[in-house]
């Protein structure tokens, strides 16, 4: 992954509103700049709960919602690239 790159991680669930009718939700990343979408954060048919991974160029930007007969909770947390560090069991 590239240093100028920015990495949001997005968490969300949704529960059926009526468990007879259709029911979907979709979320696009969206530039503040122009308004212009990036990319598909989520885009899913019924219930469920899951866990996205974004990277984008570092900008200002907003998530847009889009939810039919559906409750749903989003949670979006910036995450930072790490190094996994392996100790030698000598030490």
Not at 36 to 41: G, K, N, R, T, Y
Request: proline share 8%.
């Amino acid at each position: 992954m590239s240093p100028n790159k920015e990495r949001l991680e997005s968490t969300h669930e949704y529960r059926d509103q009526a468990k007879d009718r259709y029911s979907a939700i979709h979320a696009r990343v969206l530039s503040s700049f122009a308004d212009s979408p990036l990319l598909v954060a989520v885009d899913r048919h019924g219930p469920g709960h899951d866990v996205a991974y974004v990277t984008e160029d570092p900008r200002p930007f907003f998530l847009v919602i889009e939810s039919e007969n559906l409750d749903w909770s989003v949670e979006v947390d910036e995450g930072l690239p790490g190094q996994k560090v392996v100790s030698d069991p000598k030490d």
